[in-house]
């Protein structure tokens, strides 16, 4: 996986980051290897992609588009329209092109811990479901949402986007397809058992 370590790897976060997202992103590294170790997947690859998730979140825009750029990404309409959703692209690509980190697993973590997508890897749900349950974590629903994930993935996940997509909707801001495909995928799930 290159050779980076976790401890070399939160150097470099602290030096990116601000310092509330900093301890957030130590939070969601402890959560995310909590459910990886209580749901069966890599908990060493949840702890890292906990690390790393938030990597380009203080970045300007400019920035992050620079790296998508380098990287050879290009962001789609509702992407763009929406800049809260680009550090986890763009955070992805950085870990991927800058940092030389080719764990597909970690890459997707990163990626995705924003959004979601239909066929989330259990450590992918890991770092989406630890980003909501960090310990500095306190919107109103958040113990709820800990007790969800402390008895089931896709019924911390319905919470979550059953919160999460209604919000949007209310705001006026896109909601991304891969959201909607998870929300689909999970209620399907459900419904089959």
């Given at each position: 996986?290159?050779?980076?370590?976790?401890?070399k790897?939160?150097?470099?976060?602290?030096?990116?980051?601000?310092?509330?997202?900093?301890?957030?992103?130590?939070?969601?590294?402890?959560?995310?290897?909590?459910?990886?170790?209580?749901?069966?997947?890599?908990?060493?690859?949840?702890?890292?992609?906990?690390?790393?998730?938030?990597?380009?979140?203080?970045?300007?825009p400019?920035?992050?588009?620079?790296?998508?750029?380098?990287?050879?990404?290009?962001?789609?309409?509702?992407?763009?329209?929406?800049?809260?959703?680009?550090?986890?692209?763009?955070?992805?690509?950085?870990?991927?092109?800058?940092?030389?980190?080719?764990?597909?697993?970690?890459?997707?973590?990163?990626?995705f811990?924003?959004?979601?997508?239909?066929?989330?890897?259990?450590?992918e749900?890991?770092?989406?479901?630890?980003?909501?349950?960090?310990?500095?974590?306190?919107?109103?629903?958040?113990?709820?949402?800990?007790?969800?994930?402390?008895?089931?993935?896709?019924?911390?996940?319905?919470?979550?986007?059953?919160?999460?997509?209604?919000?949007?909707?209310?705001?006026?801001?896109?909601?991304?397809?891969?959201?909607?495909?998870?929300?689909?995928?999970?209620?399907?799930?459900?419904?089959?058992?």
């Amino acid at each position: 996986m290159s050779n980076w370590t976790d401890d070399k790897i939160v150097e470099l976060i602290r030096t990116r980051l601000s310092t509330d997202r900093f301890a957030h992103s130590l939070n969601v590294a402890n959560s995310a290897k909590e459910l990886a170790e209580q749901y069966g997947a890599d908990a060493q690859k949840a702890y890292t992609a906990g690390l790393l998730h938030d990597i380009m979140k203080n970045a300007s825009p400019e920035e992050q588009l620079s790296v998508l750029s380098e990287a050879g990404i290009e962001i789609s309409p509702v992407e763009y329209a929406n800049k809260k959703l680009w550090h986890a692209i763009s955070g992805a690509a950085f870990v991927n092109t800058v940092m030389g980190i080719d764990d597909r697993e970690i890459l997707r973590a990163v990626r995705f811990h924003t959004t979601g997508r239909a066929g989330m890897s259990t450590l992918e749900k890991a770092v989406y479901l630890g980003d909501y349950i960090s310990a500095e974590r306190n919107y109103n629903g958040v113990e709820d949402m800990r007790r969800l994930c402390a008895v089931s993935m896709e019924d911390a996940i319905l919470y979550a986007l059953s919160y999460g997509i209604p919000d949007l909707v209310g705001r006026g801001v896109v909601i991304h397809p891969d959201s909607i495909d998870l929300y689909n995928e999970t209620v399907i799930k459900k419904s089959a058992n």
